[in-house]
């Protein structure tokens, strides 16, 4: 199982950006799919995560109003455009791929993550 995020780099505060996920050894259509980021000097936190279907999406207050979290289950990929970013939206990003159940913030549901792509916003 792989999961392969991209799409990361340096941008301006204001600045958008669009992270891919693109999975291989498993179906994502059978599984919840989120975004987790960690900044240097922190903890992970759950920024996103979109149900199965892709008819549910969820957010964390930081990002509500500026991220988008969407998924395509034929070409097996997840995305997350960012919007309007800032400097503290700096980190690395992980995608990750989870049951439906359980608390979809917690990094422990999930069973599957990529390796990360870092976004750096300058200020």
């Known amino acids: 199982v792989q999961l392969q995020a991209s799409g990361g780099g340096l941008v301006q505060a204001g600045g958008s950006l669009r992270l891919s996920c693109a999975s291989s050894?498993?179906?994502?259509?059978?599984?919840?799919m989120g975004w987790f980021r960690q900044a240097p000097g922190k903890e992970r936190e759950f920024v996103a995560a979109?149900?199965?279907?892709?008819?549910?999406?969820y957010y964390a207050d930081s990002v509500k109003g500026r991220f988008t979290i969407s998924r395509d289950n034929a070409k097996n990929t997840v995305y997350l455009q960012m919007n309007s970013l800032k400097p503290e939206d700096t980190a690395v990003y992980y995608c990750?791929?989870?049951?439906?159940?359980?608390?979809?913030?917690?990094?422990?549901?999930?069973?599957?993550w990529g390796q990360g792509t870092l976004v750096t916003v300058s200020s």
């Open positions: 990750a791929a989870g049951p439906g159940s359980g608390s979809y913030r917690i990094g422990g549901v999930y069973d599957y």
């Open positions: 050894g498993i179906t994502i259509s059978m599984y919840r």
């Open positions: 979109v149900s199965w279907s892709g008819s549910m999406t």
